[in-house]
């Protein structure tokens, strides 16, 4: 079983969309796949149930979501944290919900994360999260758990990196992104330093955190408009910028920090996806870019309503054209979890 966190502190880069369609794409190469919502927000889980099945479960007072199934952790209750019962979206694919009551979580974490040996049941804080998560994996059999987290620097955000096994970045072509590269060069490497001493503090924890590093799996740019096929110019140069911080910036940092595979095999990895592609179909400026997907027009509004992947949307009399969108979309997507289920081969 592998974790990825999907994390970015700027908000609105598609952290979401990623998650959820990367969860169908991975479900698609027959893997079992569970979302975990952290975000108190709760976008995740409003993408995956719909607002009116959501609000059923709330109104059923239904106990399965990530802040009822943390609190006997974080109430120290005297019984150990039992794995979800999970809403199960589709064959092999299911979510751990959100709540957002979620966030009242924050200040007992943020403590307990800033004391070298916590005291009491506050050292088990640290480690919960991944305990639940890891224990609820097993009750279904699942290849990948992918959690989507809020945008912010937070306690909360910390540990579930800490606790993945591994992290993508989703950006958007802003300046804002950026600059937000320049900033997760700076913490990434800090959380990691901190996750190292945090490891043999709570060595004697009931809920440990994981030995192991996070590593990079890459980057992707979302929500940008077409022209002949590319990004239009405006795009395309925030595009190049953030490849350029990436591979200067941002893969030194992290590999500093022992928090990267190494540069050969982001570079074999985009090889063999270009290979799938014909030459004009992709053409990214870096080998840490693991996916370029345009925005997705009306197609978003259907794909939120409906609770469904993009790629998998049923559109009336469809268009010559809105099959090709369709299509390439399909086709991105399966791209990206074959080359996740690459970089996490680690045979």
Not at 149 to 173: C, K
Not at 181 to 186: A, F, H, K
Not at 204 to 223: H, M, R, S
Request: aromatic share 12%.
């Amino acid at each position: 079983m592998k974790k990825i966190a999907v994390f970015n502190h700027k908000g609105g880069v598609s952290k979401t969309t990623t998650s959820f369609n990367l969860g169908f794409g991975l479900v698609r190469k027959g893997k079992k796949v569970l979302l975990v919502d952290t975000d108190s927000q709760c976008n995740l889980t409003l993408y995956s149930m719909g607002f009116e099945k959501y609000t059923k479960y709330c109104e059923d007072k239904n106990k399965n979501n990530i802040y009822d199934c943390l609190v006997p952790a974080y109430k120290s209750q005297p019984k150990l944290i039992e794995p979800a019962d999970c809403y199960e979206l589709s064959d092999g694919l299911f979510l751990l919900p959100g709540n957002l009551d979620f966030t009242e979580n924050e200040v007992q974490l943020g403590i307990a994360m800033q004391l070298s040996s916590a005291l009491g049941s506050m050292e088990n804080l640290p480690g919960a999260l991944n305990y639940l998560v890891e224990s609820t994996a097993e009750k279904y059999n699942i290849d990948y758990v992918i959690f989507d987290m809020n945008p912010s620097l937070s306690a909360i955000n910390e540990d579930v990196l800490i606790s993945s096994d591994y992290f993508m970045v989703p950006m958007s072509p802003d300046y804002f992104s950026i600059m937000a590269v320049n900033s997760l060069s700076r913490v990434l490497p800090l959380w990691e330093k901190w996750a190292k001493s945090a490891r043999t503090a709570f060595s004697n924890a009931t809920y440990k955190l994981p030995n192991k590093t996070p590593i990079f799996l890459g980057y992707t740019v979302n929500d940008f408009n077409l022209s002949h096929g590319a990004p239009q110019k405006s795009f395309k140069s925030f595009i190049e910028r953030i490849s350029e911080n990436v591979a200067s910036t941002l893969f030194p940092k992290l590999e500093e920090a022992g928090m990267t595979f190494s540069k050969e095999k982001y570079e074999n990895s985009y090889s063999n996806m270009v290979k799938k592609f014909h030459a004009n179909d992709i053409n990214y400026s870096d080998p840490f870019c693991i996916a370029q997907i345009s925005n997705f027009n009306k197609l978003i509004a259907i794909s939120n309503e409906t609770s469904t992947p993009i790629f998998d949307i049923k559109l009336n009399n469809p268009t010559s054209g809105q099959l090709r969108t369709l299509g390439w979309f399909k086709k991105l997507y399966g791209a990206m979890a074959e080359r996740i289920i690459e970089l996490t081969d680690e045979e």
